[in-house]
């Protein structure tokens, strides 16, 4: 009697045990399987490839791993011409400014899945010798992508670059601009770190900042000094609303896209007609960075180079109080043209 029992307490044990094994067996699987295939940011269905209404899945995991290998040049011929993949003009460029927060900029929008940047900068327009190649060239220079994704580069060259306006003009009289500012005295200071950093790379001595943006001689900013024209914004603008009506152009703060970046990146979507993707889940705030870092999802996430966020020289303050001063008047301008005001001093 004992031994029956025992034998039946056995098997219930034993069939309970199964079907526990085969639960957690299926979560397993089932969670792997979401992992796989749900994109963090669900596509809209309108940019479902050839406007099919199912969520395109395959467009996210191709973002982040086929699509990888393809812009690595692994793919075959006939896996570029299996999954449609064509390699597109830009829709947007991000024309500048440098030290802006231009790569951020770029980093962040390829968080959307509607968005594939091309990672290098292609310096096509303002490069003589590239532009002659021919626009064929550029394009062959941009990364696979779906149909319904834009391409987005960036080239912070292009704003002060004389020839650069027409040049996009003539490509697409209708592509969308986008512009990263900073407080002009800050992004001065760090266009001189970077070049600083240069010199020492190469064991050479470099000016002082000061030296170099106050005019010895007349005790004046110096104007000759490239990184104070590239802050002087205002003029620089003004060369491209020749070509571009004002509508075209979206400024983005690069100081809020450093502490927010979260609302700076939500104008940006809104700018290029992309429906709202990225989330504050895809942004997080690393405390050894001193920066917000990109997530992609659980397991890919990333920081931004180390030559981002470098530690800027001490400046004396009296030339500090100098270049805003002399940049004042033309940061009123921008805000005018550009109907964005800053609180720069
Ligand atoms: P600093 O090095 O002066 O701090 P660009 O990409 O145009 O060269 O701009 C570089 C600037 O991007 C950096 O300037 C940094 O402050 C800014 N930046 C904005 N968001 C950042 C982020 N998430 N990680 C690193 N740098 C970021």
Known sequence: MLFKQ???????????????????????????SLDR??????????????????????ALQFKRGLLHEFRKGKASKEQIRLHNLV????????????????RALLEMLNLHPAVVKASQEIHFFDNDENYAKGIEWYRKKMPFSYP??????????YFITEEVPERIYKMNSSIKLLIIVRE??????????????????????????????????TCEVNTKYKAVRTSIYTKHLERWLKYFPIEQ?????????????????????????LPPRISQYNLYFN????????????????????????IHPEVDPSVITKLRKFFHPFNQKFYQITGRTFNWP
């Open 6 to 32: 025992q034998a039946l307490l056995r098997q219930k044990l034993f069939v309970l045990g199964s079907l526990a094994i085969g639960s957690l067996l299926y979560l397993v699987a089932r969670v792997g």
């Open 37 to 58: 295939l749900q994109p963090i940011c669900p596509i809209d269905g309108r940019f479902g490839p050839h406007g099919q209404d199912e969520i395109p899945l395959r």
């Open 87 to 102: 390699q597109q003009l830009p829709k947007a460029i991000i024309i500048g400014v440098r030290k802006g927060g231009t």
């Open 148 to 157: 319904h994704q834009i391409t987005i580069e960036k080239s912070p060259a």
């Open 184 to 217: 002009p005295t800050t992004r001065a200071i760090s266009d001189y770190t970077q070049v600083l950093e240069g010199k020492e790379r190469k064991n050479k001595t470099y000016y002082k900042f000061e030296k170099l943006a106050i005019d010895p001689n």
């Open 249 to 273: 152009f979206h400024i983005v703060d690069g100081d809020r896209l450093i502490t927010e970046p979260l609302p700076e990146l939500q104008l940006v979507e809104k700018f290029l007609n």
């Open 287 to 310: 405390a050894t960075r001193g920066f917000y870092c990109l997530r992609f999802n659980i397991v890919f996430n990333k920081c931004l180079a180390g030559s981002k966020g470098r």
